[in-house]
């Protein structure tokens, strides 16, 4: 056993980063944090820094960094600014149930409550989008909050954990002691018996069992299980944006998401179904539409590490709290194989009946993205910003294996994407990363591709420009009158030379027949590329349920034309 070492309150953070098998880190210096950064140069042979370009793209490239690994990723800043810089990143990852450690660094105990310069009460502003939030004034403490925090980051149902240490902690010297990171078990305490036995039941009972899977599925790493069932009950399955992955996009059972922007065969099967087992997901209100009529014909069994989430949303049946996997494992002991012919014939019909469409006759983000999984044959981690590029990359590109799709769900983040891909591509250098992001979301964080150039890895940035904010324009064209206020972006900033002014390359495409020879080219070069795809300002994401709608009033564009025929 190791005997006690005397160490600066910097240096006890940087070796419990090390007890818990941090390699990595995202931040951006400044003077509070500065004794950490400090000891951060003694370690650089241990832990790798990565600088970002702005304290947002560090908190995404941590969420990112730990959505494509499973790790918990860290994000470093200092006081004030630099911590509210981190916010938004935290707020996403809190919302999507990612495990992110965030350390700021404050102004010295005796200066704390006094506005002083660059002071603020970040683990007061963060509390309600934090699992928990920690200040630390003695240095003694300062080892077990940063062991405890990761703990809490991982266990249960993931989440952000805030630590923030004034400086004269990070300057103090303290005996520390090396200690093994606490085991992460998985929650099964409040798996019951009586609640498996009914899930069995129901299971059993139904003609037309449906499956929703949701980020759950992946977080507990219950693909493996969710397949099993889906094949032994004959069940079709449908997922939402968090849930990409957790079961196969090529599997002949798989329906497409569930949704605001799901399939029709998702939205109309759901609605039919007379039980819905849905796995690890949160029933958001872009999932369910009008709440009082979603799955109105079924009962409703839900599975979920999470007590709180169960009847906050729909009133559901009947549930099994408790990690996924396990809850899984226990109802396939007593699930026995069964056959729905008529049922899942009637699904393959839909989804013959109503297959996703986009026009073919112009360069659209589906094109792109149907491209780009036929030339990676699906072998990539695709992260998105948010809007209509992002539904498209839902629908459009395949996921097949956990962890490869990467997207702010629950809290809708604009800019996210670029980071979280910085992040990806760090945690998993093998892998093909691209960022797919809308003109308007890009601009919000592109001085994130000066770090991607500095990273020297190859990071794909597809930009789909249809100069204008698309997602809003849609809902403005559709329940606004076309009234488009604000929305277009009609200046001249020019991403091509934009992306080369920070050391990446660029290429335009406004044509069809320039994709492939662009992303062939994206794909074998070995630093940032950013692809500046043109598309018209128009185009629409379909299917699509208004909001506050039935999920079973979903719509497309077949649907608008007969409607105006018919008017």
């Given at each position: 056993?190791?005997?006690?070492?005397?160490l600066?309150?910097?240096?006890?953070?940087?070796?419990?980063?090390?007890?818990?098998?941090?390699?990595?880190?995202f931040?951006y210096?400044g003077g509070?944090?500065?004794n950490?950064?400090?000891a951060?140069?003694?370690?650089?042979?241990?832990?790798?820094?990565?600088?970002?370009?702005?304290?947002?793209?560090?908190?995404?490239a941590a969420?990112?960094?730990?959505?494509a690994?499973?790790?918990?990723?860290?994000?470093l800043?200092?006081?004030?600014?630099?911590?509210?810089?981190?916010?938004t990143?935290?707020?996403?990852a809190y919302?999507d149930?990612?495990p992110?450690?965030?350390?700021?660094?404050?102004?010295?105990?005796?200066?704390?409550?006094?506005d002083?310069?660059?002071?603020?009460d970040?683990?007061?502003?963060?509390?309600?989008?934090?699992?928990?939030?920690f200040?630390?004034?003695?240095i003694?403490?300062?080892a077990d909050?940063?062991?405890?925090?990761?703990?809490?980051?991982?266990s249960?149902?993931p989440?952000p954990?805030?630590?923030?240490?004034?400086k004269d902690v990070?300057?103090?010297?303290?005996?520390?002691?090396?200690?093994?990171?606490?085991?992460?078990?998985r929650e099964t305490?409040?798996?019951?018996?009586?609640?498996?036995?009914?899930a069995v039941?129901?299971?059993?009972?139904s003609q037309k069992?449906y499956?929703?899977?949701?980020g759950?599925?992946?977080?507990?790493?219950?693909?493996?299980?969710?397949k099993?069932l889906?094949?032994?009950?004959?069940?079709?399955?449908c997922?939402?944006?968090?849930?990409k992955?957790a079961?196969?996009?090529?599997?002949?059972?798989?329906?497409?998401?569930?949704g605001m922007?799901?399939?029709k065969?998702?939205?109309?099967g759901v609605s039919?179904?007379?039980?819905l087992?849905?796995?690890g997901?949160?029933?958001s209100?872009r999932?369910?539409?009008?709440?009082?009529?979603?799955?109105r014909?079924a009962k409703i069994l839900?599975?979920?590490?999470?007590a709180?989430?169960i009847?906050?949303?729909?009133v559901v049946?009947a549930?099994?709290v408790?990690?996924?996997?396990?809850?899984l494992?226990r109802?396939?002991?007593g699930?026995k194989p069964q056959?729905h012919?008529?049922?899942?014939a009637?699904?393959?019909?839909?989804?013959?009946?109503?297959?996703l469409r986009?026009?073919?006759s112009?360069?659209t983000?589906?094109?792109?993205l149907e491209?780009?999984?036929?030339?990676?044959?699906g072998?990539?981690?695709?992260?998105?910003?948010v809007g209509?590029h992002?539904m498209w990359a839902?629908?459009?590109f395949?996921?097949n294996e956990p962890?490869?799709f990467?997207?702010s769900?629950?809290?809708?983040?604009?800019?996210?994407g670029?980071?979280?891909?910085i992040?990806a591509k760090?945690g998993m250098?093998?892998?093909t990363?691209?960022?797919i992001?809308g003109?308007g979301?890009f601009r919000m964080?592109?001085?994130e591709i000066a770090?991607?150039v500095?990273t020297g890895r190859?990071i794909?940035q597809i930009?789909?420009n249809?100069h204008?904010?698309?997602m809003v324009?849609q809902w403005?064209?559709l329940?606004y009158g076309?009234?488009?206020?604000h929305?277009?972006?009609?200046?001249?900033?020019?991403?091509?030379k934009?992306?080369e002014a920070?050391?990446?390359?660029?290429?335009r495409?406004?044509?069809?027949?320039?994709?492939?020879?662009?992303?062939r080219?994206a794909?074998a070069y070995?630093g940032?590329?950013?692809?500046d795809c043109?598309?018209d300002q128009?185009?629409s994401v379909?299917?699509?349920?208004p909001?506050?709608?039935?999920i079973d009033d979903?719509?497309d564009e077949?649907?608008m034309?007969?409607n105006?025929?018919s008017?």
């Amino acid at each position: 056993m190791e005997n006690p070492r005397e160490l600066t309150g910097a240096e006890i953070i940087v070796e419990c980063l090390k007890e818990q098998g941090v390699d990595t880190v995202f931040g951006y210096p400044g003077g509070a944090i500065l004794n950490v950064y400090d000891a951060l140069y003694k370690y650089q042979d241990e832990i790798t820094h990565i600088l970002t370009s702005h304290e947002q793209g560090a908190s995404h490239a941590a969420d990112g960094y730990a959505r494509a690994t499973g790790k918990v990723g860290v994000c470093l800043a200092t006081s004030g600014p630099g911590a509210t810089n981190l916010v938004t990143g935290i707020a996403t990852a809190y919302m999507d149930s990612v495990p992110v450690v965030a350390i700021t660094c404050n102004v010295g105990t005796a200066l704390l409550g006094k506005d002083s310069f660059q002071e603020v009460d970040i683990a007061g502003i963060v509390m309600p989008i934090t699992k928990h939030s920690f200040i630390v004034k003695d240095i003694t403490r300062l080892a077990d909050t940063i062991r405890r925090a990761f703990y809490i980051a991982k266990s249960g149902r993931p989440g952000p954990v805030l630590v923030d240490v004034t400086k004269d902690v990070t300057g103090g010297i303290c005996e520390y002691m090396p200690h093994r990171p606490a085991t992460i078990n998985r929650e099964t305490s409040e798996i019951r018996k009586e609640d498996i036995d009914q899930a069995v039941a129901l299971i059993g009972k139904s003609q037309k069992p449906y499956i929703f899977v949701g980020g759950g599925g992946i977080i507990s790493g219950a693909s493996e299980e969710i397949k099993e069932l889906a094949h032994r009950i004959d069940a079709p399955v449908c997922d939402s944006l968090m849930g990409k992955g957790a079961f196969p996009g090529e599997d002949p059972l798989y329906t497409g998401m569930l949704g605001m922007h799901g399939t029709k065969t998702s939205d109309l099967g759901v609605s039919q179904c007379d039980l819905l087992i849905v796995l690890g997901a949160r029933f958001s209100d872009r999932v369910t539409g009008k709440t009082s009529t979603f799955a109105r014909n079924a009962k409703i069994l839900q599975l979920d590490v999470d007590a709180a989430e169960i009847n906050k949303n729909v009133v559901v049946d009947a549930f099994v709290v408790g990690d996924l996997k396990v809850a899984l494992q226990r109802i396939l002991e007593g699930v026995k194989p069964q056959k729905h012919p008529e049922w899942i014939a009637h699904i393959e019909d839909m989804k013959q009946k109503y297959p996703l469409r986009y026009d073919k006759s112009q360069l659209t983000g589906p094109f792109i993205l149907e491209k780009l999984y036929e030339l990676t044959g699906g072998d990539a981690i695709i992260s998105t910003d948010v809007g209509q590029h992002q539904m498209w990359a839902a629908q459009y590109f395949k996921y097949n294996e956990p962890r490869t799709f990467l997207t702010s769900g629950g809290l809708g983040t604009m800019g996210y994407g670029l980071g979280a891909a910085i992040g990806a591509k760090t945690g998993m250098p093998k892998k093909t990363v691209v960022n797919i992001a809308g003109d308007g979301c890009f601009r919000m964080n592109m001085n994130e591709i000066a770090t991607a150039v500095r990273t020297g890895r190859q990071i794909i940035q597809i930009v789909m420009n249809n100069h204008v904010l698309g997602m809003v324009r849609q809902w403005q064209t559709l329940f606004y009158g076309k009234r488009y206020s604000h929305t277009i972006l009609n200046d001249a900033v020019d991403f091509v030379k934009v992306a080369e002014a920070m050391g990446a390359k660029g290429i335009r495409v406004t044509k069809p027949e320039e994709v492939e020879p662009a992303l062939r080219e994206a794909l074998a070069y070995q630093g940032t590329i950013v692809l500046d795809c043109w598309i018209d300002q128009d185009l629409s994401v379909f299917p699509m349920v208004p909001a506050g709608e039935s999920i079973d009033d979903v719509f497309d564009e077949e649907d608008m034309k007969k409607n105006e025929q018919s008017v």
